[in-house]
């Protein structure tokens, strides 16, 4: 599980971490917004720079922005681990993978709802992360697009062990087992969490449903 601050209540954001961390996540999804590549801002560089110095979890940073080549440095130097790049905002994807991995970061690409695994296949082999999202990016408390449990499922037939394959919108405790049974191996989950009066037992529901799922696929 990677529970999106994006749902948090913001005028108590080290509180609501502790109690995830405390719970045992140990991911946390850190959606970047910019303005021009989706249509709502968010939160940057000052408010991962706080929370790093709180918390050991694995910092996750989903950056919805037009520029990741301009900005992962920034992100990088206040903590990000991690960071996730759009495809639908670059020409040369590569670049944008070395780049990421020189400032000493894990490297993930997403793919918008309507996006073709074809777009990422030259990098396919090389990232650490592939993001599907399933809701389209900008708003937390979307619609689950289950059309995108197709490019799921075949990502994690192509993908090998040591990739992760993310995804993010809309999970709940009805959607999240279609994705686990797609294929999917890390569960980004926003309103679902901390949008419940009591976050830890909704973030360990979702871990539930996703593990009895996949177990009950990998069974048939
Ligand atoms: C959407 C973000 C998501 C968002 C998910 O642009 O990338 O990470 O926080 O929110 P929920 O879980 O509420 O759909
Ligand atoms: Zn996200």
Not at 151 to 172: F, N, T, W
Not at 199 to 214: H, I, K, N
Request: charged letters at 20%; one cysteine or more; hydrophobic letters at 45%.
């Amino acid at each position: 599980m990677a529970p999106s601050l994006l749902a948090a209540d913001f005028s108590r954001l080290y509180e609501q971490v502790a109690v995830v961390e405390e719970a045992g996540a140990e991911i946390l999804h850190l959606d970047v917004m910019d303005g021009h590549f989706v249509p709502n801002i968010s939160f940057g560089v000052p408010v991962i720079e706080s929370l790093r110095s709180r918390s050991k979890m694995f910092f996750d940073a989903h950056l919805m922005i037009t520029e990741p080549m301009r900005y992962a440095e920034a992100f990088v130097k206040a903590g990000a681990d991690h960071i996730t790049f759009h495809i639908e905002v670059t020409e040369e994807p590569q670049a944008l993978v070395d780049h990421i991995r020189s400032l000493g970061a894990s490297v993930g690409v997403c793919l918008n709802p309507t996006t073709p695994i074809s777009s990422i296949e030259s990098i396919l082999a090389v990232v650490d992360l592939v993001l599907v999202m399933s809701v389209w990016p900008g708003f937390g408390g979307q619609a689950f697009i289950s059309d995108v449990l197709r490019k799921v499922k075949e990502l994690s037939e192509r993908m090998g062990d040591h990739q992760r394959l993310q995804i993010d919108g809309g999970i709940d405790p009805n959607t999240i087992g279609s994705a686990a049974v797609a294929g999917a191996d890390t569960f980004v989950a926003g309103s679902a969490i901390f949008g419940k009066p009591d976050p830890v037992e909704a973030m360990q529901l979702l871990r539930r449903l996703a593990q009895g799922s996949a177990v009950a696929q990998s069974k048939s």
